[in-house]
């Protein structure tokens, strides 16, 4: 009996070292949404640096991501983001040269995806874990609006009409560093804040309807820009 007892005992324990480990390893989710500050400079035509908040005062990004956890700390995994951004009319008519033929633009929106590997270590804490990670990716933006030149001038797209504008970088021309802190709510689910800093140039762009196709920029053309984004963070660990 005390044999059979301390049997039961052992077996226990392995069962318990056992959840342990595999709740240590699993597939994890997560959301974000926040808010996008645009900093440095969206490309510098002729020499001439063109600030990327001439384009966008802000952006209102949504993150999903997937992943795995290898330990407790160390996970790696895909990121995607969709973000609605704050258009400028002058900027944007300015990107396409309407500006200084005296054009107007309306109906002006703009929008920014981001998507690619990241990888993330966590403090593990009771109750709280601190995190810092890296990404790795692609960023394309567009931009678009409908263009509304005066009577009589010699237009590069006809009179009122739509154009579109999609900047983008290299497959993998978009690097990001980021943190925050996850405050467990219920087992395997927590929230907190996070901060993301992108870096990215665009290198090449489409126009339509001007022709369609992707055209490389210049490089001497070409120039940094980040987004500094604050917001808050929902992580499911199965």
């Not at 951004?85 to 002058?90: E, G, K, Q, R, T």
């Not at 944007?92 to 200084?100: E, K, L, R, S």
């Not at 990888?119 to 263009?147: D, Q, S």
């Not at 219920?186 to 762009?205: D, E, I, Q, R």
């Amino acid at each position: 009996m005390r044999t059979l007892a301390i049997a039961l005992a052992f077996g226990g324990l392995l069962y318990s070292m056992d959840a342990r480990a595999d709740a240590s390893s699993g597939l994890t989710l997560g959301a974000r949404l926040g808010y996008g500050i645009p900093m440095g400079d969206g490309g510098k035509p002729g020499g001439q640096s063109i600030a990327l908040s001439k384009y966008t005062t802000g952006s209102i990004p949504l993150v999903v991501e997937a992943g795995y956890r290898f330990t407790p700390e160390i996970s790696a995994g895909a990121y995607f983001q969709y973000a609605y951004a704050m258009a400028s009319n002058s900027g944007i008519c300015d990107t396409i040269g309407g500006g200084a033929l005296g054009a107007t633009c309306t109906s002006t929106s703009a929008s920014v995806m981001r998507y690619g590997i990241q990888g993330a270590y966590r403090f593990v804490m009771p109750g709280m874990t601190p995190w810092v990670g890296i990404g790795l990716g692609t960023e394309t933006a567009k931009l678009e609006t409908t263009v509304n030149f005066p009577a009589g001038v010699v237009a590069p797209v006809p009179v009122s009409q739509k154009v579109t504008v999609k900047p983008s970088t290299d497959v993998v021309g978009d690097f990001n560093i980021q943190g925050g802190i996850d405050w467990s709510v219920a087992p395997g689910m927590s929230v907190g804040p996070f901060v993301t800093l992108t870096f990215a140039k665009y290198t090449k762009a489409t126009t339509s309807p001007s022709n369609g196709t992707s055209d490389s920029i210049p490089s001497s053309d070409q120039a940094w820009h980040e987004w500094l984004i604050l917001g808050v963070k929902g992580t499911f660990d199965l």
